[in-house]
């Protein structure tokens, strides 16, 4: 082959290669996406006590215990505000499972928590688990795509369009908060909410902290279920005047599994 | 060339079947789509033209802006008149019936968009 | 070159036909998975990762141990590994390809798989296990088919294709250490957070890998007329006993980290995989990996002893049948053991066991059996270069 023919198809092939990849790469760090998780957060403080000056907002939830053992159909009535506006399936079986909130025993919701020779009640004590929008979420880091990222106001968000179903969130998850759809749900969605999608098959999803009825100036689901009971408080953790901030002043709380760092946004009362 | 009498009417076949396409529909072109439009309003929030041929850019945008910047969910008109920026909460209140609307170009267009995957459509009456 | 993959005798079309129809059962199997979705396999909310990705984990091993060859070939000189180099590169291409496989059958939305770019998301482990298994592919099938270019037409290889494969040597840790911080960078998950999982992944990588190679080289020798030769042989069985050893040391250095400092979550999942691990709730004994951890552990181990005596290693089918022993056995640790005992128990600590569908199985079949397709192409014609060179 002729000399200046190789090196003009050369020249013409890596063109074209950089051709496709540069725009593709430039148009997202225009978008501003680069940033997964958020800066502020990922100093971490040793014994979790410590944490950075807090910047904007931050949504968060304190679940009282208490008062789901006292009334024990709360936590159905939570399950159901959440699953029935979100058109989440029951497929009836633990295999193709999908939950966004639901509750737990103590010693399965703190596993790293002692229950031995502790008062006889931790053990029926029902626990309200759901995604902890961790202020350093491990499954935000995990995620090849951006699918689940964070917002500014703290809420771990998931883009359905754009999952490719890895399951690598589901893994990095210390907290089982998340789901996959093995199969269609939509035949398995008991009453459609003509006002939400439902998932397709091969995506992840999770508690989403209603993101969309905060828009619309409402309290996300469960926290408006047990808004008379006051069995789950919601407001900005950052604002000192917000419910959530001011009965984290007076109460003894606790994080789930605080010890990875992870920051969980929810806090209890036992 | 070496066996002639089989390439050659070979060749003629190959054409004849990867162009059958095009001869097959030729002239005709088929019925042409009439996509019902809604009584309750004159104008969409783009111009016609442009809602043809860029609605599903535009839904992406929408999609992006909201779920991922915390976009405003109220859009305005050109004339004023404010709408949710939302396939299910916003297009469809006004296009009531996908089968009418939706289906009548996509079908045309041999194009099968995967939005009701997800997005509840509105219940068709019959 | 590769025009000599289309002639051979019954033999090899009988082995090509057989591939062939495994990998239509495997196709067949991914059409009804592709239209049902993920859940066509065994996996759950609980064990939300089963045998593809855990053939994904143990092939990049397998492509990374093909370096086992080209670096005493390429850096230190070491000329009996010259006729053997270009398998070892072969290899690699073809386990790759595997992986690739292996992760698309696994995405539940294949189709959006390219958002991988069109999204690049640097904080993510997979964005850049992506980057070093693709280029890894690229060198290896570059590198390898360039110098057996230049070796059939008898001319010296261009220049730039050592650097290639100099690049290459770095890249083979490269992809099994991205591949390790999959998994050990995750909080939460006890079993994997542990600094030594990507040196344990090397250490396997490197025993199972030319493992491999050796099974190939004395199946080659057997039915064709290229010999690898007694004294490569004899190198990669040392490289492969030196490497299961420590293996089987890192291994160790887990178990007595576990049991010594008796942390529940270390001891967990190694309970679950060597003994069992009751359920918190409904005492029953969960230990469906138990069988099979025991046998991995017993001839993985006997194996490498039986390699330490220079009369045992006297005999082809001796070193054939160990070589086999200790790949299946890193096989069973690392493509089952280690990916389906990390999500035991799970992070609120219930057990759920996984066992893969009969379909799952006959893709992972129709994957392997793709993989060795490619692989049986490319050394048909490496060998056909390297027999017509030397007659």
Redesign the interface.
């Known amino acids: 082959m002729d000399n200046s023919r190789r090196k003009f198809l050369k020249i013409a092939g890596l063109t074209a290669i950089a051709g496709i990849a540069a725009p593709t790469a430039f148009n997202s760090l225009l978008k501003g996406e680069v940033h997964a998780s958020s800066g502020e957060a990922s100093t971490a403080g040793h014994g979790g006590g410590h944490e950075a000056a807090p910047v904007g907002k931050r949504y968060g939830f304190v679940i009282d215990a208490q008062k789901f053992a006292a009334d024990p159909g709360l936590a159905p009535k939570c399950i159901n505000a959440c699953h029935s506006v979100h058109n989440v399936p029951d497929f009836g079986n633990k295999k193709d499972e999908i939950k966004w909130i639901w509750t737990e025993t103590y010693a399965h919701a703190f596993p790293d928590e002692s229950q031995y020779k502790r008062n006889e009640a931790l053990h029926t004590l029902p626990i309200m688990t759901l995604c902890n929008h961790c202020d350093n979420p491990p499954c935000v880091r995990a995620c090849p795509t951006k699918a689940t990222f964070r917002n500014p106001d703290g809420i771990i968000m998931m883009d359905f369009h754009r999952c490719i179903g890895c399951r690598f969130c589901m893994a990095a998850c210390p907290y089982g908060a998340r789901s996959f759809n093995w199969r269609d749900p939509r035949p398995f969605v008991k009453q459609e909410n003509p006002e939400y999608p439902t998932r397709m098959r091969g995506v992840v999803e999770k508690c989403t902290m209603c993101y969309e009825r905060l828009a619309e100036g409402l309290m996300p689901a469960c926290a408006e279920a047990s808004k008379e009971s006051g069995g789950i408080i919601f407001g900005d953790l950052n604002d000192p005047a917000s419910e959530v901030s001011m009965v984290l002043k007076e109460k003894f709380t606790i994080q789930r599994k605080p010890a990875l760092g992870t920051k969980p946004s929810i806090f209890y009362i036992i | 060339m070496y066996d002639k009498d089989k390439i050659i009417p070979g060749l003629i076949v190959f054409v004849g079947l990867v162009t059958f396409p095009l001869w097959y529909g030729f002239g005709g072109g088929g019925k042409l789509p009439v996509p019902e439009k809604p009584t309750n309003s004159k104008e969409c929030v783009m111009p016609t033209a442009e809602m043809r041929t860029s609605h599903m850019v535009m839904l992406n945008q929408w999609r992006d802006d909201i779920v991922r910047m915390g976009g405003a969910r109220l859009g305005q008109t050109a004339d004023g008149t404010q709408y949710i920026r939302s396939l299910q909460k916003g297009c469809m209140k006004c296009h009531t019936s996908k089968k009418k609307f939706c289906d009548e170009c996509h079908t045309y267009a041999a194009v099968n968009p995967y939005c009701w995957d997800c997005h509840i459509q509105p219940k068709e009456a019959n | 070159m590769i025009e000599k993959a289309l002639t051979g005798d019954s033999r090899y079309w009988t082995w090509m036909t057989i591939l062939l129809v495994l990998m239509g059962v495997g196709g067949a199997c991914y059409v009804q998975q592709f239209n049902?979705?993920?859940?066509y396999t065994g996996?759950?909310?609980?064990v939300?990762?089963g045998l593809y990705i855990s053939q994904f984990t143990f092939l990049v091993g397998v492509a990374a141990g093909g370096v086992m060859l080209v670096l005493p070939y390429y850096l230190h000189n070491y000329k009996v590994f010259g006729r053997i180099t270009i398998l070892g590169e072969f290899m690699a291409v073809a386990a790759v390809s595997m992986c690739l496989m292996f992760?698309l059958a696994?995405?539940?939305?294949?189709m959006?798989?390219l958002?991988?770019?069109?999204?690049?998301?640097?904080?993510?482990?997979?964005?850049w296990d992506?980057i070093v298994l693709n280029v890894y592919l690229f060198l290896n099938l570059v590198g390898g088919w360039v110098m057996l270019n230049a070796e059939k037409k008898q001319v010296p290889p261009p220049k730039w294709v050592k650097a290639l494969i100099y690049i290459s040597i770095p890249w083979a840790i490269s992809i099994h250490t991205v591949t390790a911080f999959?998994?050990c960078?995750?909080?939460?998950?006890h079993y994997w957070l542990t600094a030594i999982l990507a040196p344990r992944f090397l250490a396997s990588a490197f025993a199972a890998g030319p493992s491999l190679l050796v099974i190939c080289a004395l199946v080659l020798r057997r039915y064709t007329a290229f010999d690898a030769g007694k004294e490569a042989i004899n190198k990669l069985v040392t490289i492969i006993t030196y490497a299961a050893i420590l293996n089987f040391f890192f291994v160790g250095l887990e178990l007595f980290v576990a049991y010594y400092s008796q942390i529940p979550?270390h001891m967990h999942t190694i309970d679950y995989l060597f003994f069992g691990l009751q359920g918190?709730?409904d005492g029953i004994m969960y230990n469906n990996l138990v069988l099979p951890m025991r046998f991995s552990a017993f001839i993985g181990i006997a194996a490498t002893i039986a390699l330490l005596f220079p009369k045992v290693r006297e005999s082809y089918t001796r070193i054939g049948w160990l070589c086999g022993a200790i790949f299946l056995s890193l096989w069973i640790d690392k493509g089952l053991g280690l990916v389906l005992g990390?999500?035991v128990p799970?992070?609120?600590?219930?057990i759920?066991e996984y066992y893969p569908s009969a379909g799952e199985i006959g893709i992972t079949l129709g994957v392997w059996a793709t993989g060795f397709f490619i692989l049986t192409i490319l050394y048909k014609s490496a060998i056909a270069v390297k027999l017509a060179k030397e007659n």
């Not at chain 3, 996996?43 to 609980?46: C, E, G, L, Y």
């Not at chain 3, 960078?185 to 998950?189: A, T, V």
């Open positions: 049902y979705g993920l859940g996996m759950s909310r609980d939300s990762w992760i696994d995405l539940g939305q294949p959006r798989a958002n991988v770019l069109l999204h690049p998301t640097p904080n993510s482990i997979l964005f992506m999959l998994y960078g995750l909080p939460g998950r979550g918190h709730d990390g999500f799970n992070p609120l600590e219930y759920t």
